[in-house]
């Protein structure tokens, strides 16, 4: 057979399979006590007070925004370098994205750029942790007091990774942190999400969102129950909620997040090692501040102009290269909206350049000798 090895995947063992078995030989595969014991052990390992899990990411984002008060007409803050679901689950709610520019090093937001973008209508910026390394949240969160900023960190590149020595995902920079569960993540349940907050009344809203704005708690309702049937819907909400069964592959994956985030960082070290001196490329950096997840290794052709023949080189070596990411403002859609090329030079160039190489818990010792082997042969 043919060797493929794709740039991000699962890792399922015996102990995930048995944990979704026992599931669904229960009485519960759906809005049963999985998904809480899922959302306890999720807020207790980012050191958050509240986690709540969805059926996507995208549904978790979109959720965040919906709790944090982002509304039609409202601005917000974000980076184009990243999956649209970080400004499509915004736009779903009615809300402008004003898209600043990235820094090349880490290909995160240019913290010091965010500022000069705030308008009287700004009410939120959204943080993406780039490939897995944080973003200096700091920063961000001095702006966001200056002004009475709502933060969001879109942490999906970046379960297990920290900022200062303490996990991402531990509020002191933000309101909320959004994580996915698809396949290609540090953990997955298929497709799922999770928001943590330390807010219970963004936490209320969150629970309810995601069940329709449904409240079956007596001391919340606006009217007098009927009878002991009685439930209320008070907003518009969503069904986005997780089964049963996915939670539970998320307990049992979330066990092994630690040994997986090693094994990212050793692969990282190992192409780090093979490619720290060539002169086709710059490869990932990891700031002080940073312990880098490594969801992806990005790396940055000096010569863009050789993009293209490099990547479909590789791709016919069997490397499932991808491409992170096509500035989201490229999109036809966006452009409809009227976003211009040019917008963000440093981040199209960023794009013009940058490939990312398969990283993944599963990778044999052989597939990355092989990977390593391929790319210094590509560019030759
Ligand atoms: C994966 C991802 C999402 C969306 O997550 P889904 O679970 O696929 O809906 C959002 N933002 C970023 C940065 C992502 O990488």
Redesign the pocket.
Known sequence: MKKFIPYGRQFIDKDDINAVLEVLKSDFITQGEKTKEFEKALSEYVGAKYAVVFN??????HSAYFALGLKENDKFITTPM??A??SNAALYLGAKPIFVDIKEETGNINEEEIEKHITKDTKLISV?HYAGHSVDMEQVKDIAQKYNLKVVE?A??ALGGEYKNEKIGNLKYSDVA?F???P??HITTG???AVVTNDKNIYEKLLMFKNHGITKEKEKFKNNPDGDWYYEMQFLGYNYRMTDIQASLGISQLKKLDSFIEKRRYIAKRYNEAFKDNPYFDIPTEKDYALHAY?LYPIRLKDKKRKKVIFEKLRKKGLGVQVHYIPIYFHPYYQKLGYKKGLCKIAEDFYAKEISLPIYPAMKEEDIEYVIKKVLKAFK
């Open positions: 996507s990411g995208t549904s978790a984002l990243s999956f679901a970080t993406v879109d999906c590149h959004v996915s569960f698809h290609v993540k497709e799922g999400g969801h």
